[in-house]
C-alpha cells in the first residue's frame, strides 16, 4: 500500500469515528438543568486598619510620594504635602483617620499602586 492510500484510509478511519461520535453526542439525552446559583456577593470588608496597620500604609504613601520624579503638579504635592505633614509625630491626624475609617479593601488599593494620582483615587474611594 503506497504512502497516500494509507493517509487516505487513516482519514477515512478518523472520519468516520468523529461521525459516530458526533451522532452519539446528538442523541443523547439532555442533562437535567441545573438550578442557577444565587449572584454571590461583592467581597467587601469593613474591618478597618490598626494603628501599626495604617502606619505601614502611610510609609507605602510617603514612599510613593518621595519617589514620583517629574510628576510635581499642585495637586498632587499638595496632597502629599498634607500627608506629611498629618503623619508626623506631632500631628497624627491622617494615621487616626486611617484607622477610624480605611478597610482592608482600601488598603489593597493602595497598595495595588505607586502612582500618586491612582493612590488619591484610593483616598477619594475611602467611605468617611
Known amino acids: ?6 493517509a487516505h484510509l487513516l482519514l ?5 469515528f468523529a461521525s459516530a461520535a458526533l451522532v452519539g453526542c446528538a442523541s443523547a439525552t439532555p442533562l437535567p ?7 454571590a456577593a461583592p467581597a467587601t470588608s ?5 494603628s501599626d496597620d495604617c502606619e505601614s ?7 510613593a510620594c518621595h519617589d ?3 510628576d510635581r503638579g499642585a495637586r498632587t504635592e499638595g496632597w502629599c504635602s498634607d500627608i506629611v505633614q498629618h503623619t508626623l509625630p506631632d500631628d497624627r491626624a491622617w494615621i487616626r483617620d486611617c484607622a477610624a475609617h480605611v478597610t482592608d479593601m482600601d488598603e489593597a488599593c493602595f497598595r495595588s499602586t505607586r502612582s500618586v494620582p491612582n493612590l488619591m483615587d484610593c483616598d477619594a474611594a475611602v467611605s468617611r
Open 1 to 6: 500500500m503506497t504512502r497516500s492510500k494509507a
Open 12 to 16: 477515512g478511519h478518523v472520519f468516520v
Open 33 to 39: 438543568a441545573t438550578p442557577a446559583r444565587a449572584a
Open 46 to 50: 469593613t474591618h478597618t486598619l490598626t
Open 57 to 63: 500604609l502611610a510609609q507605602w504613601i510617603l514612599a
Open 68 to 70: 514620583r520624579g517629574s
